[in-house]
């Protein structure tokens, strides 16, 4: 991902990886850094000014100050977006991390990056999903309300070990055994024309690109429900979906031994994304 990136330090844009954090910095050791990711491709950007916002947000939550508004670091993003040819499928990832501290991080040492890189968008294969034994933590137990590092290599170890069986991704259950997400991607459910995903409850992250797909698909005419989900409702599901901003709407092809089809409800629910996109994804005058 170094080869064709692009980033944005101090008012500068530098090519590739540089070096930026020093072993005594604070975040190195004690995960104060907070990331988004945003997604461009043929100019257009959908939602980056959400993503922009949540940037800051979590960087509040974690107990830094943010350098940056959300309106500027939109702006840093479309100049980077328009370094790269217009074809480009891109992501677009703001970085808020802590220099200084002793595990409490000093806010004032709060500094900012952001990086632009060539990615191409997965095309909407099936995704294999099987059930992990890790859960989410409760928002009493971890920052779940941030989009932040320290949280992913709770994901990490679930995707070794299913992709160690042959699987793509896993469900995960929270800690009362209902439904929370997929480890990287929230997750939808389709059962006799009733589309439901899991309540948000803080225990992972209410995806922007999860939030646009509620609203399209009700805005198309379906009924789509938040709410508490059991683990025996997706093996009886006659569809099943995943949504995130790396791939926006993907198809689940399998759920543990259980082969499924690509469903109307995915194929549709990508369709209104992709149209929403090219309606409000430019870049604002």
Not at 20 to 26: D, E, I, K, V, Y
Not at 131 to 159: E, I
Not at 235 to 253: C, H, Q, R, W
Not at 255 to 264: H, T
């Amino acid at each position: 991902m170094t080869d064709k990136a692009i980033t944005w330090i101090d008012g500068s844009w530098v090519d590739g990886n540089p070096p930026l954090l020093g072993p005594m910095t604070h975040a190195v050791w004690m995960a104060s850094v907070v990331f988004d990711g945003a997604r461009a491709f043929r100019r257009l950007a959908p939602d980056l000014d959400r993503h922009c916002a949540r940037v800051v947000r979590s960087a509040r939550i974690m107990g830094l100050a943010p350098t940056l508004d959300a309106a500027r670091i939109e702006d840093i993003a479309w100049e980077g977006i328009e370094r790269f040819p217009p074809e480009a499928e891109l992501y677009i990832r703001p970085v808020f991390y802590s220099e200084e501290g002793f595990v409490v991080a000093v806010p004032e040492s709060t500094r900012f990056f952001l990086s632009v890189f060539e990615a191409p968008l997965p095309p909407p294969r099936g995704l294999n999903v099987c059930l992990s034994p890790y859960r989410r933590p409760s928002p009493d137990m971890a920052p779940t309300l941030a989009k932040t590092s320290c949280l992913y290599p709770n994901s990490a170890r679930a995707l070794r070990e299913v992709r160690a069986n042959g699987y793509d991704t896993a469900v995960m259950l929270d800690g009362l055994s209902n439904v929370a997400e997929l480890a990287t991607a929230n997750l939808f459910m389709v059962k006799d024309g009733v589309v439901s995903t899991p309540a948000a409850n803080g225990t992972f992250l209410d995806g922007i690109t999860r939030e646009r797909i509620i609203a399209l698909l009700r805005d198309d005419g379906m009924t789509v429900l938040e709410r508490t989900i059991r683990y025996q409702e997706l093996v009886e599901a006659d569809e099943l979906f995943a949504t995130g901003n790396y791939s926006k709407v993907m198809p689940i092809a399998r759920l543990d031994d259980r082969a499924l089809q690509p469903g109307p409800v995915a194929k549709r629910a990508r369709e209104l994304y992709f149209a929403f996109a090219e309606r409000a994804g430019g870049r604002r005058q």
